[in-house]
């Protein structure tokens, strides 16, 4: 069973990696799904909201996907993919990986998860109609994964940001709307540890590229600043048939999104309608300098490739 053409987003959370994947689901022949790594967990046993608004249990779409994947959510065991995610889908196994020394039951195990995404994207295809899906999980580990199976037609959208930007953003508190019978909200870490995380995650997906797979770098601070541009080049790159009516309203700036099928990911997975993409650089003047200090030393050979500015107490935009 082939899994067809999957789009793959990349990088860091915090980083524009959902309202880019809304923009490429407004597109013919493409469907969004959102975070599918945490969907097992969040849509499968806690039935919280798809991004139509509904309980997962209760959403035509993907009742209809979990029928023709598994023959019905019930027969799968979550309890066995989470297993088989703690054994497999991990960033520590990613160097193993690139050096070739893992054993016979890893890659038994790694085979057996594969097998359950590469199920669900042929269902997603079956169901939707649509020839490309877009998973924005963004684990990295997760992607090298995908990148193994000779049913997955792999390309990575690797997105970035400066990571100040993405270390700030993981200091906020921001409440999942997906959760309706408590109040839940998003993790938050560290600056220092999210620097780190950013240095390693990155390197790794650069690693990628150099092992073959088709990869796309494409920066949030561009996205934001022309999105049109931004979705118009990522169309291209993976062979997207491109209607900027489809995506656009009545300029450049404005998205008009509709309701999307996402089985997780961030909150704005939730808007619809005329979405006006902004760049929010408000890290730069409430993010504290030592706090700037220790991310750029962290991150500071990326800093430089991917063209962002050394701290400073002015306002860091990305050079060019």
């Known amino acids: 069973m082939s899994a067809g053409r999957v789009v793959y987003v990349g990088g860091m959370g915090r980083s524009g990696s959902t309202l880019l994947e809304r923009a490429l689901a407004q597109l013919p022949g493409v469907c969004g799904i959102g975070e599918t790594v945490y969907m097992w967990q969040r849509g499968v046993v806690n ?16 009742t209809e996907v979990g029928e023709r994947a598994f023959g019905g959510w019930a027969n799968v065991d979550t309890d066995h993919v989470a297993a088989l995610r703690r054994k497999a889908d991990d960033v520590k196994h990613v160097p193993g990986l690139l050096l070739g020394v893992h054993t016979a039951s890893w890659h038994r195990a790694a085979a057996e998860y594969v097998s359950y995404y590469e199920r669900l994207y ?22 090298y994964l995908l990148a193994r199976s000779p049913r997955v037609d792999l390309s990575l959208v690797h997105i970035l940001r ?49 092992r073959g797979v088709p990869t796309l770098n494409l920066r949030y601070e561009d996205f934001a600043d022309a999105p049109e541009v931004a979705v118009r080049r990522t169309a291209a790159f993976a062979h997207l048939e491109y209607d900027r009516d489809a995506v656009f309203g009545a300029d450049d700036r404005t998205l008009r ?20 993409v902004r760049r929010d650089d408000s890290w730069t003047e409430r993010m504290p300098l030592r706090q700037k200090a220790v991310v750029s030393a962290l991150t500071s050979p990326l800093l430089a490739a991917y063209r962002y500015r050394p701290v400073s107490r002015n306002a860091a935009t990305p050079r060019g």
């Open 162 to 210: 400066d990571p100040r930007a993405v270390a700030y953003s993981w200091t906020k508190v921001v409440r999942r709307p997906e959760v309706t019978d408590s109040e839940a909200y998003m993790p938050r870490y560290s600056p220092t540890y999210m620097g780190a995380l950013y240095s390693g995650h990155h390197v790794l997906l650069e690693a990628l590229r150099l």
């Open 122 to 143: 042929a269902a997603v295809r079956e169901v939707s109609g649509c020839d490309v899906v877009v998973d924005s999980s963004k684990v990295t580990s997760l992607a």
């Open 257 to 276: 999104l509709e309701t999307v099928h996402t089985a997780s990911g961030n909150p704005s997975r939730f808007r619809t309608g005329a979405v006006d």
């Open 47 to 62: 039935d919280e909201r798809c991004g139509c608004g509904v309980a997962f249990s209760r959403c035509p779409f993907w």
